[in-house]
């Protein structure tokens, strides 16, 4: 694994550490996740994209006027 160094504002990291310990992480492992997401390397980014994409596919929902019926109008009463 490679180091990398960066310049943040030391009020910054301060803040980040404290939401790390907060969360019971690191800032270090927040950093890695983030250029995972970034690159795409996370599995749930994936899973995300994949649902979306098949879901814009989908042919069900209200259509472009929206639901044309109420909720009393599917029961005969």
Known sequence: MTNLT???DDDLLR???IRALERGTSVNA???????EFVGDDPRAES???FVDLASTSHSGSGE????WRR??????
């Open 6 to 8: 960066l310049k943040i």
């Open 15 to 17: 803040l980040a550490r």
């Open 48 to 50: 995300l994209r994949r």
């Open 65 to 68: 006027d929206g639901r044309t």
């Open 30 to 36: 927040v950093i890695r996740q983030r250029l995972e």
């Open 72 to 77: 009393d109008d599917l029961y005969d009463r």
